[in-house]
């Protein structure tokens, strides 16, 4: 076993999913939460914005999305995220082109995930907020989001999770993350092969179940009573 760390980069592409993970998801958040805004703005025109990005990108393979962002993003239109004169180029541009992929597929999961979230508040919540004289943005601030961020703790968490484990359709435009280990092993040493997915599935668990299980206490914590 301790073989395979040393011939291979294991714990560097750990950490290299660690970070588009880590990463990925405070962009997605970011982005979801302004998609859920637009998909509840009052003006149709918006609204249909929102609803568009959600079915677009939800509905597309997250393979193609990144896949698209190296192929037609860099390689057609010329759109570079790092200094084409730094020696690490690839890498760097590679690695920031995946995570654009990851946040915008993503995103829709969030804006989706905080939709639920604010299904759970009675309808009555938002006409008193409307009758006191609140307009729209702050009855977004004040009254919507904080109670939709809390009822959507599950369901962000597992998108969450989802993520963690969709890094590895990165390996798809060269960024070395645990599935690139995987692909190594399988080329350099097959013999090595039932250890490189032992210890692979092993520190996606070591990732994943912990967030599993802190989602799970979070939501039941935050849960707002009715």
């Known amino acids: ?25 405070i962009g997605s958040l970011v982005i979801g939460t302004l998609v859920a805004v637009l998909r ?30 190296n192929l037609v993003l860099w390689a057609k239109l010329g759109v570079t995220l790092a200094d084409d004169k730094d020696p690490k180029f690839f890498d760097i541009n590679n690695f920031r082109l995946a995570l654009v992929g990851l946040t915008i597929y993503h995103a829709s999961y969030v804006c989706e995930a905080l939709r639920s979230g ?11 907020a409307r009758s006191i004289g609140l307009t729209f943005r702050q009855s977004l601030r004040e009254v919507v989001l904080p109670q939709a961020f809390r009822g959507s703790v599950v369901p962000l968490g597992n998108t969450l999770i989802a993520l963690t484990k969709n890094t590895t359709v990165a390996v798809t435009i060269g960024v070395a993350e645990m599935a690139a280990v995987l692909a190594k092993v399988t080329e350099d ?10 210890v692979s599935a092993a520190l996606f ?22």
């Open 1 to 25: 076993m301790s073989q395979l760390f040393s011939e291979f980069e294991v714990w560097s592409a750990f950490w290299m999913t660690i970070k588009l993970t880590v990463l990925a998801a």
């Open 189 to 198: 040493d097959p013999g090595k092969l039932n250890q490189a997915f032992f």
């Open 118 to 128: 604010v299904n759970t508040i009675p309808l009555g919540q938002a006409e008193a």
């Open 40 to 69: 509840l703005s009052p003006v149709p025109m918006l609204r249909f914005l929102g609803t568009s990005y959600v079915n677009v990108f939800r509905n597309t393979p997250l393979t193609l999305i990144i896949l698209s962002c």
């Open 205 to 226: 668990v070591l990732l994943t179940l912990p967030v599993g299980l802190l989602i799970g206490r979070l939501g039941k914590r935050l849960a707002v009573k009715r």
